[in-house]
């Protein structure tokens, strides 16, 4: 069964403080916006930055899973 709804965090733009998670269907799904969101961290309007929620862990899980890169050898016969 294909994934209609997604999960959005909203952070402040400013801080990075996340400000809500917001259940949406891919449909009408919506990452860029130019409205203000209040941050209770900053105590002020600020702009917003929407993603998808677990995006960043999943980069990062794929990430671990490449080989690890290993120190060059010289060719051999070459000192």
Not at 18 to 23: C, D, F, K, M
């Given at each position: 069964m294909p994934i209609t709804d997604v999960d959005v965090l909203v952070s402040c733009a400013e801080c990075g403080a996340?400000?809500?998670?917001?259940?949406t269907?891919?449909?009408?799904?919506?990452?860029?916006s130019k409205e203000t969101v209040w941050c209770p961290q900053?105590?002020?309007d600020r702009p917003q930055v929407r993603?998808?929620?677990?995006?960043?862990a999943a980069i990062?899980?794929?990430q671990q899973s490449?080989?690890?890169a290993?120190?060059?050898e010289p060719f051999p016969g070459q000192t």
């Open positions: 996340e400000i809500e998670t917001v259940n269907k891919k449909d009408n799904m919506m990452l860029f900053c105590q002020a993603d998808i929620a677990g995006r960043l990062e899980q794929e490449y080989p690890k290993l120190p060059a």
